[in-house]
């Protein structure tokens, strides 16, 4: 059985910090592409981080220079440290796992950026 299990979201004032994780069980995590996605009510999901296996990372636009995401093959856990958040920030973070055709989904957890 294939695990995600996100946690470390909760409120924060605007201008505050969160450090989301993500913890894997059942795939062999250092060979996943992982990724963060969010969805703010009435918004479709958007792409916010990847991390390759290499740790080659990628984030989006409207996170560049406050979010990072990173690995930890050792622990099978992926983070996403989220600096400076603002209310537009605000959404459920969902991390996802992929290699060629599978992919797994976390259930999320939720961010809210109070101003």
């Known amino acids: 059985q294939v695990d995600l299990v996100e946690a470390g979201g909760g409120l924060v004032q605007a201008g505050g910090s969160l450090r989301l994780s993500c913890v894997t069980s059942g795939i062999d995590f250092s060979i996943h592409f992982m990724r963060w996605y969010r969805q703010a009510p009435g918004n479709m999901r958007e792409f916010v981080a990847a991390?390759?296996?290499?740790?080659?990372?990628t984030h989006a636009e409207s996170v560049k220079g406050r979010f990072t995401i990173s690995r930890d093959n050792a622990k099978n856990t992926v983070y996403l440290q989220m600096n400076s958040l603002k209310p537009e920030d605000t959404a459920v973070y969902r991390c996802n796992a992929n290699r060629g055709s599978n992919n797994y989904w976390g259930q999320g957890t939720q961010v809210t950026v109070s101003s």
């Open positions: 991390i390759t296996s290499g740790n080659s990372t």
